[in-house]
């Protein structure tokens, strides 16, 4: 036990080391944006306080956080200062929010406001920033959101449960989970809707709406469609989504205005599919997928063995999931 203990502490002692050395670093960083843009943009008045706050959230508050945690660490105070950090928390979650509006009116602000182009410039040549420009800085906080996850999940399971930072330590990593989680959906969320706007936009004219609030893109790829009376086979678009799997073609090539888009050419529900999967000739070659629709049967092949089996994964979840 006390060979166990021994062992607990050294760990645990690297850890809290390494967590205040790098804190150290990310305060600096997060000193480099506030000292050489917030403050001194205030101080000009180049931007209007509202674009201000939008371009840098509560970073001002994440700095004040992260300073008097290293205070506590720096002290030794553990549980006292991670008590007083989890109050701090949402924070990130809101700066996380805020993220693609504050980058979308960063780049406006390059485009149109002359005077900020050229102070963002003048700054980012400084040596402190060693080449870095203010839209590589911008996402730190969630990097280190995501560093905070693994340094306190290794503290805590190096420490021992009597000892009265324990529960402390456990409150904190269950809170740095939970607003993990909430930034992970936030980016989710964002990288689905420019996949489901991605398919929109590839798409021929607008009789398929593909953009639909709850739809959850899943994924797409080149299938051949078996016909029904032995024609030959079509080599065929899919787009599968959370509620609906739609078929495409290519445009004509020469064509005008659609060239390089898909022409829509069945959109099936999935909520009363059932799917199949049928082999062809060998293991090695490939195979066919049965869909079954209520008034549809679809036969689909691939001479890809993987790719079968990723779709029939695919498809077999998604339907399970509609039909629910």
Not at 10 to 20: D, F, I, Q, V, Y
Not at 102 to 116: D, G, I, M, Y
Not at 198 to 207: A, D, F, I, S
Not at 225 to 250: C, Q
Request: with cysteine; charged share 25%.
């Amino acid at each position: 036990v006390e060979d166990q203990r021994a062992r607990w502490e050294r760990k645990r002692s690297r850890t809290a080391k390494e967590l205040l050395e790098t804190e150290h670093k990310y305060l600096e960083q997060l000193d480099l944006v506030l000292t050489y843009f917030v403050t001194i943009l205030k101080a000009k008045g180049t931007l209007k306080p509202a674009v201000l706050e939008t371009i840098f959230g509560p970073l001002e508050s994440l700095y004040s956080a992260s300073h008097v945690l290293s205070l506590h660490l720096e002290k030794g105070n553990l549980g006292r200062g991670l008590e007083n950090f989890s109050q701090s928390l949402d924070l990130y979650g809101h700066y996380a929010e805020n993220l693609e509006h504050a980058n979308k009116t960063l780049k406006e602000q390059v485009r149109k406001n002359k005077s900020f182009r050229r102070f963002k410039k003048l700054q980012e040549t400084r040596p402190q920033f060693q080449g870095r420009q203010l839209e590589d800085l911008l996402p730190l906080p969630l990097q280190r959101l995501h560093q905070y996850k693994h340094f306190f999940r290794d503290l805590l399971e190096n420490t021992s449960p009597d000892i009265a930072e324990y529960q402390k330590l456990a409150k904190t990593v269950k809170s740095v989970c939970e607003v993990s989680h909430w930034v992970q959906d936030i980016f989710d969320k964002r990288e689905n809707s420019l996949q489901v706007l991605r398919v929109q936009k590839l798409l021929k004219g607008r009789k398929t709406q593909v953009l639909t609030a709850g739809r959850w893109y899943i994924r797409e790829g080149w299938l051949l469609v078996v016909p029904a009376k032995g024609e030959e086979l079509k080599r065929r678009m899919f787009f599968l989504f959370s509620d609906i799997l739609i078929t495409a073609k290519p445009c004509h090539p020469l064509h005008l205005l659609n060239s390089n888009k898909l022409s829509c050419q069945a959109v099936y529900p999935l909520h009363q599919c059932s799917v199949d999967k049928v082999f062809g000739h060998t293991w090695s070659q490939g195979g066919l997928l049965s869909l079954s629709f209520p008034h549809k049967t679809l036969l689909l092949m691939s001479s890809n063995q993987q790719e079968i089996n990723d779709w029939y994964r695919s498809l077999t979840a998604v339907v399970r999931w509609a039909s629910r």
